[in-house]
């Protein structure tokens, strides 16, 4: 009886674990709002790739601040990101630019 305790124990463990980091990131609606509107969803998704990075592996790999990643948003630059399509410029306003970079940055501290 107490082996399958045990096993009972570590296999919720596993399980906890294993969901905790398989958790999608939420995206807050009015962000969602900005990269609807923006087309940023066509491409990518929070926490995976889709097209071009996830949003999480931005901030994983790169440590962007939010001026950096609106500059990147009106002049992309494809070296960085080697293995993926480069991405098109896009007249997103800067104020828009400002708030969904913020999120993106908020993404590395989770």
């Known amino acids: ?33 900005l990269l609807t509107k923006n087309t940023c969803l066509a491409c990518h998704k929070a926490d995976q790739r889709l097209v071009g990075p996830g949003y999480k592996e931005v901030m994983a790999k790169k440590k962007y601040k939010p001026e950096q990643i609106v500059e990147l948003i009106a002049n992309p630059k494809p070296a960085n990101w080697p293995g993926y399509p480069p991405m098109a410029p896009l007249n997103v306003p800067k104020d828009e630019a400002m708030k969904i970079a913020k999120w993106i940055v908020s993404l590395g501290k989770k």
Do not use: W, Y
């Open 1 to 33: 009886m107490k082996r399958f305790t045990k096993m009972l124990v570590a296999a919720g463990a596993f399980l906890a674990v294993s969901t905790a980091a398989n958790a999608q990131v939420k995206i807050p609606a009015d962000i969602e709002a």
